[in-house]
T-cell receptor
């Protein structure tokens, strides 16, 4: 399944399938990006991050891809599990005078069906 | 290692009252930031503190204020509460605010309901 976070805020996938969550960012000066997972009633949980000098970074079952040319970020989740059901946010850090500030996307609701 | 701790977790206030929320960052983290999360506006940055100094501030009215103590713990205060202040208030901490690329970790948040 594939979803553009800003335009299609929901994504439903079958357990075991791979999920792709997309995010478009607006500031070409952004140099650090983070994906967070937020379950109902909880705070955002760090998943994976990537700096602008990289195109790809892999974690456990997750991969983040960064395309600076089109200002696009994606999160790939392999073998999606019911426990992956949550809202996923991409966040960007511009750096400079706003080092400690993250700009968040609207989020994508991922639902995993057994 | 304990995560970011926020208190209280839930609270209900009346319009016009004020509220103080507390945040204890991850041990060793010196940067603390606050965010407001609502269904309509998503996650919005309030302010960030580092070494007891406010470094960044978001577009919120002056009713929203904060501070950081020498042990890096932080508090935020909202005065003259309005119904629209009902939200999840999230605190986040990171090791150092001198460079981007510092992983920012969030607490579970404080749920504020204004009636």
């Amino acid at each position: 399944g594939e979803s553009v976070g800003l335009h299609l805020p929901t994504l439903s996938v079958q357990e075991g399938d791979n999920s792709i969550i997309n995010c478009a960012y607006s500031n070409s000066a952004s140099d650090y990006f983070i994906w967070y997972k937020q379950e109902s009633g909880k705070g955002p949980q760090f998943i994976i991050d990537i700096r602008s000098n990289m195109d790809k970074r892999q974690g456990q079952r997750v991969t983040v891809l960064l395309n600076k040319t089109v200002k696009h970020l994606s999160l790939q989740i392999a073998a999606t599990q019911p426990g992956d059901s949550a809202v996923y946010f991409c966040a960007e850090n511009i750096g400079g005078s706003t080092l400690g500030r993250l700009y968040f996307g609207r989020g994508t609701q991922l639902t995993v069906w057994p | 290692k304990a995560g970011v701790t926020q208190t209280p977790r839930y609270l209900i206030k009346t319009r016009g009252q004020q509220v103080t929320l507390s945040c204890s960052p991850i041990s060793g983290h010196r940067s603390v930031s606050w965010y407001q999360q609502t269904p309509g506006q998503g996650l919005q940055f309030l302010f960030e503190y580092f070494s007891e100094t406010q470094r960044n501030k978001g577009n919120f009215p002056g009713r929203f204020s904060g501070r950081q103590f020498s042990n890096s713990r932080s508090e935020m205060n909202v005065s003259t509460l309005e119904l629209g202040d009902s939200a999840l208030y999230l605190c986040a901490s990171s090791l150092f605010s001198g460079d981007s690329g510092n992983t920012i970790y969030f607490g579970e948040g404080s749920w504020l309901t204004v009636v």
